[in-house]
């Protein structure tokens, strides 16, 4: 944050007087502010309550209300101060922003409040310190799906079909929602019954039925009305195979759609039915063809597009899986000590039934879930002992992981989203340092490009933001001392390995880049160099991390151009150069580095050189980046 | 049996008994330094009283402990130069600034060095280039203290420079350094045959006086 900036700046300059016997060119000269900066107090107005506060500090943040000229559309000249008709609890947080850098949310008010002075003071809420910002996103969350909720349950009565949409298109709508239309709702209801037909059927012909004339044995319903059953069956399949191939038909994504677990569910129900349309009557591949028909019962799971428990239950079994697996190895481990235990407890004993200990496995089971079948029951004392142990055990075994499991599910339910978010936010963090350590080394490029050889003066009516700016000069006339006392210049790290490649490039000509309007000339002899420098900056924004990035803002003066983007008409554009704080946009880059992580909570570690808050300018798209001569007054 | 409940130990969180950290921690807190009266430091140093209440201001919005101690001043650096690994010199400045050698910096220690630096004359500011060298402060500037400081610097500028860093770059700096400054060959700098050396490099008085009188 600039306010860091600019306190440690003058140490900085000062102990740069320690590289000077060392240095072995002379230093260039430093940037001069002509303007006498005397800070000022401003006052604002906030529907009666009334704050002060230094200029300097809603300087800050010149991408926002209060940091750029806007404020003056609510200058009121007779009470000389600045009048906003807005929430006044509101305003002090965000005041404080500008104050601390940290963005806090305020529990007791309501999100969407919250988010609408936000907007208003053009603050973005992505700079909302970590202190605050897990409960930001919760309350938004659920704001959010309240909303979504409410709008679901609109869109469920009627729902216009966006225009121009294919028959595919269609198709899969009504496949995805049945209530759109009345063809849906009936196909819907249709195949929902032929899988209940299928399943009841799938049931029924294993019944006894009674047995034909002349016969006594009983025959299951199956082989009475073979016929029947097989009509049924086959109508049904057909059924299913129809809705699978329109749904494959009319899927977005073929693949995805394939891969997906209710088409699995489909192909493994009907198939057993083809198979044995294939296979021959055999003897020894019916008994394959027999374990086949099992699968039929798969067709069951084609409720689960029916009902939306189902889905629920599939998606905890799935996310409580390393539990349920550690439940079950748990209960293994007791089940085989307690069957050993058992098996040589009972050997003594004639006829007993714990002929081994794979066959005590059964007795263990049964004891510990209670069933107590009495198949299997100890003879000997030590037995029944042991026995009694093992279902006491049983008890606790079972009945205790049970809760666990259930409070498992709502905390692994809610600590995977977290985690994700903060995985996502992580990759965006280390994004964004790369990007901003590239940034920094291209702002310094860039002022050593625009002649910080000479000295520059400020035009008057920079002044809105002519302090950032100053400060972002000093910054880099620093690095600038730094390289000639080194007499090394800093690079980024395309252009050092493409150096390291090509050797023989000189040094005037490929340093130059087609940007610079002053030289005049477009080399072209390392275009890729030249585009990678000429573009875009960190449009990032920023906020406190857990880890203490810290961060500093420089900031990158554009000047957008709404014309072709070919670098051939970058001169000529550049007459018109006049410096207007309405015609600038202010990207701020934010060089962030990971500093060592705080473990003891030292006081004497200031909490603000974690320099949150820099705020993102509202056109992302990439910026031409041209010369701008700052004239003087 | 015992497994049995073992198995359920997944379950149990490791409870550290921190009070005795927390309350240590309580009191570093309340440590707070206050810087002597606005006069004194008017007259010890050569700022004006509005250039103190403004370096006091930001001072204090930074470290409102009021004492800045060396972790601190390696991260402010290090944001001044992100591009290589700015904590050595971090070190050997902090080392300077910290006059008492008390492992911190307090608001005195800063404007007065500070005071010096901008402010001062050229053979003060000489001294204080002279002591920031000198590492073990024992009047000598010798080659090992120089190739510490030389590389630190030229740590500063991280890997990625034009032209490559090839060789051992900081110790020929250093060579060259010596050539200029040790005038007696003996192998060490005295503060006197450095302020005569600088004295007499027209470059470098002219970098010197680039820096007087900012802010």
């Known amino acids: ?633 | 049996m015992g497994v049995v409940f073992g198995t359920f130990s997944m379950h149990t969180k490791q409870v550290t008994f921190r009070t005795d950290n927390v309350d240590d921690e309580l009191e570093m807190t309340m440590v707070c330094h206050r810087p002597e009266g606005l006069e004194q430091l008017e007259a010890q140093t050569n700022f004006t009283k509005q250039e103190l209440q403004v370096l006091y201001r930001g001072f204090k919005n930074e470290c409102p402990s009021g004492v800045v101690n060396e972790e601190t001043f390696k991260h402010i650096y290090a944001q001044f130069f992100p591009h290589g690994d700015a904590s050595t010199y971090a070190h050997y400045l902090f080392n300077a600034f910290d006059t008492r050698n008390d492992g911190s910096i307090k608001f005195e220690d800063f404007v007065m060095g500070l005071s010096t630096l901008l402010r001062g004359t050229v053979r003060e500011k000489l001294e204080w280039t002279f002591h920031l060298y000198d590492i073990n402060r024992d009047g000598f500037i010798n080659k090992e203290e120089m190739t510490e400081i030389v590389r630190a610097i030229y740590d500063m500028m991280g890997k990625y420079t034009y032209p490559a860093l090839k060789g051992d770059v900081p110790k020929q700096h250093v060579d060259v350094f010596f050539e200029k400054m040790d005038k007696n060959k003996d192998g060490v700098v005295t503060l006197e045959e450095f302020v005569l050396a600088c004295q007499e490099d027209e470059n470098m008085m002219r970098s010197m006086q680039l820096f007087e009188n900012v802010m």
């Open chain 1, 1 to 633: 944050m600039a306010a860091g900036v600019a306190t440690w700046l003058p140490f900085a300059r000062a102990a740069a007087v320690g590289w000077l016997p060392l240095a072995k060119k002379i230093m260039p000269k430093p940037p001069v502010d002509k303007k006498s900066r005397n800070d000022e107090i401003l006052f604002v107005n906030v529907s009666g309550l009334r704050f002060q506060t230094w200029k300097n500090t809603l300087d800050r943040y010149p991408d926002t209300l209060l940091g750029s000229s806007e404020k003056e559309f609510f200058y009121n000249e007779d009470t000389q101060e600045y009048f906003f008709d807005r929430d006044p609890e509101m305003f002090r947080h965000i005041l404080n922003f500008y104050r601390t850098g940290k963005l806090h949310y305020p529990r007791q008010e309501c999100i969407q409040a919250f988010d609408e002075e936000l907007a208003f003071y053009g603050i973005v809420p992505d700079i909302i310190g970590d202190c605050c910002m897990e409960e930001y996103r919760d309350r938004k969350k659920e704001n959010q799906e309240r909303l979504a909720e409410d709008t679901e349950a609109e869109m469920a009565t009627d729902t216009p079909l966006p225009p121009h949409s294919t028959h595919r298109e269609r198709l899969w709508r009504a496949f995805e929602n049945p209530h759109t239309s009345t063809m849906a709702l009936v196909f819907y209801y249709v195949t929902g019954f032929f899988i209940a037909v299928s399943v009841i059927a799938n049931v029924v012909e294993t019944v006894p039925c009674r047995p034909l004339k002349g016969s006594k044995k009983d025959l299951p319903c199956g082989e009475k009305y073979s016929l029947a059953f097989f009509c049924m069956d086959t109508a049904c399949v057909l059924i299913f195979t129809f809705e699978y191939l329109m749904r494959l038909f009319a899927a977005p994504s073929r693949c995805k759609f394939m891969r997906s677990v209710m088409s699995v569910i489909d192909v493994v129900a009907i198939m057993p039915y083809y198979i044995g349309l294939v296979m021959p009557e055999n003897e020894d591949v019916s008994g394959a063809f027999v374990t086949l028909r099992v699968f039929r019962v798969f067709r069951i799971f084609k409720f689960s597009r029916h009902s939306q428990g189902l889905r629920i239950l599939g998606y905890t079994l799935k996310s409580c899986a390393s539990e349920l697996g550690f439940l079950l190895f748990s209960l293994t481990m007791a089940i085989i000590i307690f069957a050993t235990v058992m098996f040589y407890a009972e050997k003594g004993t004639k006829g007993t039934n714990f002929t081994s200990i794979p066959a005590s496995f059964w007795y263990t089971i049964v004891t510990m879930t209670t069933l107590g079948y009495g198949d299997m029951v100890p003879n000997t004392i030590a037995g029944k002992i042991f026995g009694s142990i093992c279902s006491l055990s049983g008890v606790l075994v079972i009945a205790l992981p049970v809760p666990v499991i259930v409070s498992n599910f709502s905390r692994i339910y809610h600590q995977n989203q977290r985690a994700d978010k903060m995985r996502a936010q992580q990759k965006v963090r280390l994004a964004r340092i790369r990007l901003a350590k590239k940034g920094t080394t291209n702002a310094f490029l860039q002022y050593k490009e625009e002649g910080g050889f000479h000295v520059r003066l400020f035009h008057d009516a920079a002044l809105c933001t002519g302090f950032l700016l100053y400060i972002l000069y000093i910054h880099n006339h620093l690095l600038h001392c730094l390289e000639k006392t080194t007499n090394h210049e800093f690079t980024d790290e395309l252009t050092f390995s493409e150096m390291c490649m090509t050797e023989s490039v000189g040094y005037r000509t490929s340093r130059s880049t087609s940007i610079s309007s002053q030289q005049g000339e477009l080399t072209s002899c390392c275009p890729r160099r030249a585009k990678r420098r000429a573009i875009r900056l960190a449009n990032s924004t920023a906020s406190v991390s857990r880890d203490s990035v810290q961060e500093l803002d420089t900031l990158q003066v554009h000047k957008t151009s709404a014309g072709p983007q070919s670098r051939s008409s970058l001169n000529a554009r550049t007459e018109d150069l006049k410096l207007n704080c309405e015609d600038r946009d202010f990207t701020a880059a934010i060089i962030s580095i990971p500093t060592p992580p705080a473990n003891t909570p030292d006081d004497s570690l200031p909490p603000s050189p974690a320099i949150p808050g820099i705020l993102r300018n509202s056109r992302t798209s990439s910026y031409i980046h041209e010369t701008v001569k700052i004239s003087s007054l």
